[in-house]
């Protein structure tokens, strides 16, 4: 009893794999994972396009998946790993404001959302809940949740960009930034043609009277995220 005890293999490590184009960011995550009894990296990639070539080769139970990536939204790359390979539980981190891409992540199809200034220790309880069928956000975003469904909530002032539709809310965030319409096509890689049909739904859905009312509505959005006052 006690010899065959002793002989037992381990438990396996549950297999984590990377999506994100920084490549010290890349090896600092792949480090730490490495450094965790029960997790092991199994590969890495900077793009969507060699993340969905390494998929094919080899399923990680958890996918650590970046939003901004050089070749595609992390979002799309999320829908579409979620379609194909539903058992793969898919789990952002990112730089960019949990309120506002935390509820996005989670309709597209993940399973948890960690801003990468979050302590090591986050990071290591999302892979736990992920792996295990749970769902990993902030107390913050659980609290939005379930606002979002509470019948008194009060409404945010950013509350009409959750209608917009992912594309949208990216051509938003450019005009915001102050991107004309040809920058935005090259920057999205779409026509200027599909950039104004964007603004328009944009407009339409915000309640903006002309294309001059979405730009000083954008850039004033954006100017107050960044001094935090939204």
């Not at 999506?19 to 997790?39: K, N, Q, W, Y």
Request: net charge negative; glycine share 6%.
């Amino acid at each position: 009893m006690t010899a065959a005890l002793s002989s037992a293999e381990p438990l396996p490590k549950t297999k984590v794999a990377i999506v994100d184009d920084h490549t010290l960011m890349r090896e600092g995550i792949r480090m730490f994972i490495d450094s965790l009894d029960e997790f092991q990296c199994v590969w890495q990639a900077a793009s969507s396009k060699d993340a969905l070539q390494m998929i094919e080769q080899s399923q990680p139970n958890v996918l650590i998946v970046d939003i901004t990536l050089p070749d595609r939204n992390g979002l799309e790359l999320i829908k579409d790993i979620g379609a194909r390979f539903p058992q793969v539980a898919l789990l952002v981190l990112s730089m960019y404001d949990e309120k506002l891409y935390a509820l996005r992540a989670l309709k597209a199809g993940a399973k948890g959302f960690v801003m990468k200034n979050a302590p090591h220790h986050q990071l290591e309880s999302a892979l736990k809940r992920v792996a295990s069928g749970g769902i990993a956000v902030s107390p913050a975003i659980s609290d939005m949740i379930v606002g979002a469904y509470s019948s008194g909530a009060k409404p945010r002032p950013d509350d009409g960009l959750h209608a917009l539709s992912d594309r949208e809310f990216e051509v938003f965030q450019l005009i915001g930034d102050g991107l004309s319409t040809s920058e935005i096509s090259e920057a999205l890689h779409i026509s200027p043609k599909t950039v104004d049909v964007h603004r328009m739904n944009i407009r339409t859905k915000l309640g903006l009277e002309d294309g001059g009312a979405l730009t000083r509505w954008a850039i004033r959005w954006t100017e107050s995220r960044r001094h935090g006052s939204l």
